[in-house]
């Protein structure tokens, strides 16, 4: 691929042939060139570059655009459809660092990455807006908005209380009523609102014969009667007796109508989640905040894509069985309240993509892998991680460490960093040993991708939380955390292998700074191959057989948090275990197996996912859990069957034949004896297998027939 890079008038040293050197030992082919001022004076470079044919990667992101606009003015170069231009950043990731002579293996990892084939694409979620719109607030402040709004769109208002007055002229649709309900996305919203004033809005020609008729003045020109003054003479129905508008007789109403989108002018925003739908702005009173809002919602007009940002597969998910929950770290961690349980239509979730703005948390917490990130997945994200840190290790780098971090605030704080340590000899800037991953959030990457990471090669994965990550995304990522750390340091790796970075804005640039020269930690001895799988266990699998195998102090067993632990132990209590078998039934990733050839419990603990459904599912309650990992045997003790429980079968006591177990039969029996259909024989048959209670039941000659009667 060709590869222009560029020392910026000579602000970063470049060293061409070192480079050259480093991607040849990484076995990265890359038709290399320097230059000291591409996007003026040497623009020429570039149309010759262009005029190629040739893949082409320009090493400057900050003049992206003139470079494509550059290429279309070029004759002979093809247009960016049929050939695509990649960018990348080396200037404040990596040449403008206190250590940037010694970043060369760094430049030639970040440049591997980004000749990467792009993502596979995604299917897409649709939406549609006509540009009908909802405004809802106070009166003055609707009837602001919505002349602000009324020439682009097809506005109607729902007035919150009574206000100062309304125009004489009909310019859109008035309610007045009180808000209860809001759901919906981009063109499918659905508002609710209760009306309980005399006067309907939708009815009223605004005469105002009604306000000069009313003797007590509650009537304004709002048009809106004022019930703690009206003292019921109802001289205003009398004269609105054409229009009909008033009507003192009338039952409180909920409207419900449809629309494209939502203009929220409360104090509170009524749709209170981190990630409220696209389509609803929440402006408040704040006149700044109303501007910005219009200026968007005029934009929300036509139709409109995004990525799908997930996969879902049912038969993994172990949300619920039965009717019974188990794991809901899914919808515990979702900020736009995109999935729901499904708990009574045949179990599972339901992830609503109109909803879903791919975060990725979900995807993260997820301990089956039944939901799996799809923007990118993991086996091109782990391609991604596995080639900048294979790079940097083949062509000299030593110790890497990944750094995590956003594409919108996250990478404006990673250049700003390199951009204040070019003028501040106080700041050192993104170290040579640290890569930068930007990733379209970072929720989206947790505990499979980061141990994979760790295996390959990496001493410390970083991720960068600044202001636009939620709550719940914070304590899932740290919760995460706890987790890998747990498992690296309990194999003997030191320091905290992975650490949440806390950066809010420009003002924390000195404490990101500090962050990002912690002392390298271990890293593995060897550093491991395998490619990242769609699936999540089988990844994590991968990643801790190497990790095991690399490890400075093997055990058999680390001790886990509670808290989103994806591995772990049943302990079953033998003496209140009847071997019913129904957790079984209700494990949904097949943990727990039966033996159809004897009375049998047995746990493969590889498969286990902490759900706790056949916890809340055992009627003995004889199951709790125990996170950990249990690494005996190499790991591979992990992924054998052991027998939990077995007893020797019942036998009938007629023909001997086996069938349930002592416990089983004895509790039935001992439940049932007081009962008055199981007296005498009735309960002696409770012994016998099926076959013979049929049998007993009709050699029996005392028995009652039903053709006796």
Wanted: with cysteine; proline share 6%; glycine share 8%.
């Amino acid at each position: 691929m060709k590869t222009l890079i560029c020392s910026c008038n000579r602000t970063m040293p470049l060293d061409e042939a070192a480079l050259k050197r480093a991607l040849s030992q990484a076995g990265i082919e890359a038709d290399l060139s320097a230059h000291t001022v591409l996007c003026r004076r040497e623009a020429a470079a570039f149309q010759r570059a262009a005029r190629s044919g040739e893949e082409l990667l320009v090493a400057c992101t900050q003049e992206s655009r003139l470079f494509l606009e550059l290429n279309e003015a070029t004759e002979g170069a093809l247009p960016v459809a049929e050939r695509p231009i990649r960018f990348v950043n080396i200037r404040e990731t990596a040449g403008w660092s206190g250590d940037a002579a010694q970043a060369t293996p760094k430049l030639a990892a970040l440049i591997a990455a980004a000749q990467l084939p792009d993502p596979a694409p995604v299917p897409t979620v649709s939406y549609r807006s006509a540009g009908r719109c909802l405004v809802v607030g106070p009166a003055q402040a609707a009837q602001r908005a919505a002349a602000l709004l009324a020439d682009a769109l097809e506005v109607t208002v729902l007035v919150q209380g009574r206000g100062e007055g309304w125009p004489q002229r009909r310019q859109y649709v008035v309610h007045a009523g009180r808000l209860t309900g809001l759901r919906g996305w981009l063109g499918a919203f659905e508002a609710s609102w209760t009306t309980d004033n005399p006067i309907d809005l939708d009815l009223c020609t605004r005469c105002n014969a009604c306000i000069s008729a009313c003797p007590e003045g509650a009537i304004d020109f709002s048009y809106q009667v004022d019930m703690e003054r009206c003292r019921a003479h109802r001289d205003c129905v009398r004269v609105c007796e054409a229009a009909g508008a008033i009507d003192f007789q009338r039952e409180a109403t909920t409207v419900t109508e449809t629309f494209d989108l939502v203009l929220d002018l409360g104090d509170r925003p009524w749709l209170a989640m981190h990630q409220p739908p696209q389509g609803y702005v929440h402006a408040g009173p704040d006149p700044a905040r109303l501007w910005q809002a219009v200026l968007t919602l005029k934009d929300w007009v036509g139709e409109f894509e995004k990525p799908k940002f997930f996969h879902y597969k049912r038969k993994l998910c172990a949300h619920s069985r039965n009717e019974k929950l188990g794991c809901q770290a899914c919808v515990e961690v979702c900020s736009a309240r995109a999935i729901r349980s499904e708990l009574h239509d045949g179990g599972g979730i339901f992830v609503e993509p109109h909803l879903c703005v791919g975060c990725g948390a979900c995807t993260t917490v997820c301990p089956s892998g039944a939901l799996a990130y799809a923007y990118p997945d993991t086996v091109d994200q782990g391609r991604r991680l596995r080639t900048l840190i294979s790079t940097y290790l083949k062509a000299g780098g030593r110790h890497p460490a990944l750094l995590l971090h956003s594409e919108g605030a996250g990478a404006r704080l990673v250049e700003d960093l390199g951009r204040a340590a070019r003028v501040d000899p106080a700041l050192h800037g993104v170290p040579a040993r640290v890569l930068p991953v930007a990733l379209w959030h970072t929720a989206s990457v947790g505990l499979d991708l980061w141990l994979a990471a760790v295996a390959y090669g990496a001493a410390q994965v970083w991720v960068l939380l600044t202001d636009e990550e939620a709550p719940e995304y914070r304590e899932a990522l740290a919760a995460q955390a706890a987790l890998a750390n747990a498992i690296l340091k309990g194999l003997g790796f030191d320091g905290t292998p992975v650490a949440l970075i806390e950066a809010r804005d420009a003002h924390d640039l000195a404490a990101l700074d500090r962050a990002l020269r912690a002392p390298a930690g271990r890293s593995v001895r060897q550093p491991a191959t395998f490619a990242t799988q769609a699936d999540k266990r089988v990844t994590l699998d991968l990643a801790l057989d190497h990790l095991l195998a690399q490890a400075p102090q093997p055990v058999d067993e680390i001790a886990l948090p509670r808290a989103g632990a994806p591995f772990g132990t049943v302990v079953l209590d033998t003496d209140k275990c009847t071997l019913c078998l129904s957790c079984v039934g209700a494990c949904p990733e097949g943990a727990l197996v039966d033996n159809p050839e004897r009375p049998q419990l047995s746990f493969i603990e590889k498969h286990c996912v902490q759900c706790g459904l056949c916890e809340t599912t055992c009627p003995e309650g004889a199951i709790t859990l125990q996170p950990r990992l249990w690494l005996a045997d190499g790991g591979k003790a992990r992924k054998q069957a052991r027998v939990l429980h077995e007893v020797e079968p019942y036998r009938c006591v007629r023909c001997g034949k086996p069938f349930g177990t002592l416990k089983a039969v004895e509790l039935m029996i001992g439940k049932l004896a007081g009962h008055a259909a199981f007296q005498g024989p009735a309960l002696e048959r409770l012994r016998m297998c099926g076959d013979c209670r049929v049998i007993d039941l009709y050699s029996q000659p005392d028995e009652v027939r039903i053709t006796d009667l």
